[in-house]
């Protein structure tokens, strides 16, 4: 069995997010790996030119996202798990593989939410091309309730 040493939590307080920190930090826990959390503060539309002032200052939402990275780093505290916190700002898809590969992980754990072709393309998503970006392994976490309440 491959053994994972060093571990890439991505969170972001969702429920598919707060479903792969607790997965993670189980997995963290039995292979007593050096645990990293990652929050991603997503600043596409900032980034986009947006014509109009935009209804939230950037500094209000960057202190939402540490404070969202503090509270991961404290759940995982109270799993039994010590993790190192890291906050980034821009494009997860971009973010998250460049802390990969700096912090040289050998597993990230993700959480996922299903959603539609139409939404992906209205929304700008592209998180399917994480894996090509990324070179070590990747556990995603679905939503067990998404199963039993059929919203899939």
Known sequence: MISYRRILLCYNATREGRCALRLGADLARELRAETHLLAVLDDTAWMRGLDVMPAIPFQIEQETANEVLREGVDQLATLGVVAHGH???????????????????????????????????????????????????????MNPQEFETGSL
């Open 87 to 141: 906050l980034a700002v821009g494009n997860p898809m971009t973010q998250i593989p460049l802390f990969a590969k700096a912090l040289e992980v050998d597993l990230l754990v993700v959480g996922h939410h299903r959603s539609g072709l139409l939404f992906r393309w209205w929304s700008g998503q592209d998180d399917g091309r994480l894996l090509d970006r990324v070179s070590c392994s990747v556990l995603v976490a």
